[in-house]
């Protein structure tokens, strides 16, 4: 793959804030408050009843499980990577953020009253459900792609979702009030067709970085529990109001699918890893596969172990295609499934829209066709990979800043991480210690030739000094003698240079000395070992043997051990025969 330009600051600064700028001068030409004169439910539930009125926050406690549900839930679900946790939270943060002004605004422009959008607490629900099928997007091209390139496939997956939203909804009469076919299957095909396209050879044989650690799947566990105690309020916030008690169908329904697929998804993960253990990744995402599945048909008269038998089948699916399908995906196909959203998202949503088409065919909810239930469910796998192809050639373009392959799944390339600090720290703190220590060697080394001359030096200096007395004293007695001392004192001061030369001699010698015996014997251990192991049978020690045997006529040998060498044999039995040889060539000659 050829290398990118990484560097952010000037490409995503500008791109992010041209996108807002363009998103608030939108708002302030149609966006408006909603004034209460409708009460019925638009957007996504178009043909539900509108007798039923609602109050402006009767929808609010729904809202707010959806909004934990986007941003807690899919955020810390994707922290399963080692080193890509500040990713996984910080850019579902940021694409999150970004996806609700712009879904507020795709899907107002079907519903305009007087050439106005009117925000309400159930357009901003659905401004949650928009962004969620980003998000199930992001988790196929999670760790691959740049900040820019998602928020560019952000854009176009909202506006396509739109669209589509909009046929199934308003033009084909079909139900869908979890979300199965228009958001799980739209979102995970879409983001599979995305990751198709920016296949990357270079990670054929998987990446260091691609895994998890202990805290890493805890954190991920922790998005995993957030989803599964609120995906009742996704699948029933957009259902009936209260009073026609559909709504409190769809939490049911949701509520019994979860926990039927909890015990499947723990029972197959048991079932088909090494020694019945159980995997975290298919705890983490098979657990949630239940409620994906029974979304298409939450409201309807399903009875409670229909929902329960959905999601038994969809934990089922879910889990085996984490062990099976997604090796054949990445190896075959090419498609390098980062979170497996395709188990958790695409296949469960295709369960749940056949179950749909089933319901609606059994009759189990008013206006419902079956027939209308498929072509929902082909109209969303087909937008969704067209689609998803579009998007991927458009962000496959080289000057979005995508990373290379060595730097895929790790934070250190878009963001400030105190971890990589660290790193270059140590890295350079470890280099200078080594610097340190040549140095430190380097002064010793000179130090102690500087000693040694010193004191070779200073015995040449008492030698003299010794010398320069004697001639003192010989000087005051005679002026001839001055001249002897002189001489003498020169032949004294070579003497002591050659005696520290010999002495300096005769260490390196003893140093030497020291060396070659240490070999010898090491040498010498090497012979043994190496005889020891060519002769297995070893030396007989016949005194052990005489010992051993109780007759008398053995007692006069002494305790001193008599060792015989036995010819060499492979095997046992002649190992043997020869000991008996000898004991009987012993007897005869005693």
């Not at 991920?220 to 009936?240: K, Q, V």
């Not at 099976?324 to 749940?352: E, F, K």
């Not at 790790?410 to 080594?434: L, P, Q």
């Not at 012979?527 to 192991?533: F, L, M, V």
Request: aromatic content about 8%.
């Amino acid at each position: 793959m050829p290398a990118y330009a990484t560097n952010m600051r000037t490409k995503f600064p500008i791109i992010a804030l041209i996108l807002e700028i363009i998103t608030i001068i939108l708002f302030a030409v149609f966006v408006v408050y909603d004034d209460g004169e409708h009460g019925h439910h638009d957007s996504h539930d178009t043909h539900n009843n509108t007798d039923h009125k609602l109050e402006p926050m009767d929808l609010y406690p729904m809202f707010q499980d959806v909004h934990v549900m986007i941003f807690i839930g899919f955020g810390f679900l994707m922290t399963f990577l080692k080193r890509y946790g500040f990713s996984s939270v910080g850019i579902n943060l940021l694409l999150a953020a970004f996806g609700l002004q712009w879904g507020l605004l795709m899907q107002g422009i079907w519903h305009l009253e007087g050439g106005k959008i009117k925000v309400s607490i159930l357009k901003i629900i659905n401004a949650d459900f928009s962004t969620a099928t980003v998000l199930i997007s992001f988790g196929a091209v999670l760790g691959k792609t740049s900040p820019v390139q998602l928020l560019i496939m952000t854009i176009l997956e909202i506006t396509i979702f739109s669209v589509n939203e909009h046929l199934v909804v308003a033009i084909m009469k079909a139900s869908d009030v979890g979300a199965s076919m228009i958001i799980h299957a739209y979102g995970a095909y879409f983001g599979l067709a995305v990751a198709r396209v920016l296949y990357r050879p270079g990670l054929r044989n998987g990446h260091e970085n691609d895994g998890s650690v202990y805290h890493s799947d805890m954190f991920a566990m922790i998005g995993t529990i957030f989803l599964w105690m609120f995906w009742p309020s996704f699948n029933s916030a957009i259902a009936e109001p209260p009073l026609s008690y559909t709504q409190l169908t769809a939490v049911i329904n949701t509520y019994l699918s979860l926990a039927a697929c909890v015990l499947s998804a723990y029972a197959i993960s048991s079932l088909v890893e090494h020694k019945g253990k159980l995997d975290m990744v298919h705890i983490q995402n098979a657990t949630l596969a239940g409620g994906v599945a029974v979304g298409t048909c939450a409201d309807m008269s399903i009875r409670p172990f229909g929902a329960m038998l959905i999601g038994l089948v969809a934990g089922i699916i879910s889990t085996l295609g984490f062990k099976y399908l997604n090796p054949i995906l990445a190896s075959n196909l090419g498609i390098q499934d980062t979170c497996g959203v395709h188990n958790l998202h695409g296949l469960p949503g295709i369960l749940g829209g056949l179950a749909g088409i089933v319901a609606a065919a059994l009759g189990k909810k008013d206006g419902a066709s079956a027939t209308m239930q498929a072509a929902a469910l082909g109209s969303s796998l087909g937008f969704a990979l067209v689609g998803g192809t579009i998007t991927g050639l458009i962000m496959k373009l080289p000057f979005w800043g995508q990373p290379p392959d060595q730097n895929c799944f790790d934070d250190s390339i878009y963001w400030e991480s105190a971890e990589a600090d660290c790193r270059v720290s140590t890295s350079s703190s470890s280099r200078k210690d080594e610097r340190k220590r040549s140095r430190s060697t380097g002064k010793e080394k000179r130090r102690r030739k500087r000693s040694r001359s010193r004191s070779s030096s200073s015995s040449s200096s008492s030698s003299s000094s010794s010398s320069s007395s004697a001639s003192s004293s010989s000087s005051s007695s005679s002026g001839s003698s001055r001249s002897s001392s002189r001489s003498r004192s020169s032949s004294s001061s070579s003497d002591s240079r050659s005696k520290s030369r010999k002495q300096s001699k005769k260490r390196r010698k003893e140093k030497h000395k020291k060396k070659g015996k240490k070999e010898k014997r090491s040498k010498r251990k090497k012979e043994k070992k190496s005889k020891g192991e060519e002769d297995s049978s070893g030396p007989v020690q016949i005194s052990k043997y005489l010992k051993d045997r109780k007759k008398g006529k053995y007692s006069m040998i002494s305790g001193k051990k008599i060792k015989m060498k036995v010819k060499k044999s492979k095997k046992d039995k002649q190992r043997d025969k020869n000991r008996a040889e000898l004991l009987e060539f012993l007897n005869s000659t005693l």
